[in-house]
């Protein structure tokens, strides 16, 4: 993510650059949170350079939404807490505007995510752009109308979500 993706997202002068990113790393048994903080600084930094709105986001527990049991969902709840932690103090270092996606709803409503579990689906995406969005007007730098909550294609068969 930090070699590649920056520069290509910088390329076309967004308007908006949005970083959301940890949740795959937290269940790796070599996860490091010093390298990850340090990543995200470089990242933050380039976006934030930039001038425009950077929008980022809390994670939920990678480990409570696949329901694992408390002995493997325990270490990438807290790595996750510490990704989080990085996240905050991140975004008030560069003035991110900073939706939590980690509340309970995100864990407890099945609808807001993908197949795998983890991820979100659309309608979880389009919850996360609808507060981005109400956080951006907020610090006046919202423009436009704000996104539909509400999904533009009908969610996957159980058949097609297995597959």
């Not at 076309?12 to 940890?22: K, Y």
């Amino acid at each position: 993510m930090l070699e590649r993706q920056p520069p290509a997202a910088l390329e076309p002068r967004p308007d908006l650059v949005s970083v959301v990113i940890g949740v795959n790393d937290t269940p790796r048994r070599t996860f490091d949170i010093h390298a990850v903080a340090a990543h995200l600084d470089q990242v933050y930094a380039a976006f934030a350079g930039r001038g425009a709105p950077l929008p980022t986001a809390c994670l939920p527990d990678p480990g409570a939404m696949p329901g694992l049991p408390g002995v493997l969902a325990r270490p990438p709840a807290r790595r996750q807490r510490a990704v989080d932690e990085v996240v905050h103090a991140l975004s008030d270092r560069y003035g991110a505007v900073h939706p939590h996606a980690a509340d309970g709803i995100r864990v407890t409503d099945r609808t807001l995510r993908s197949a795998d579990r983890p991820h979100p689906g659309e309608r979880g995406h389009r919850q996360l752009a609808v507060r981005c969005h109400a956080l951006l007007a907020e610090t006046d730098r919202g423009t436009g109308r704000p996104p539909s909550p509400e999904p533009e294609f009908p969610a996957p068969t159980r058949a097609a979500s297995l597959w």
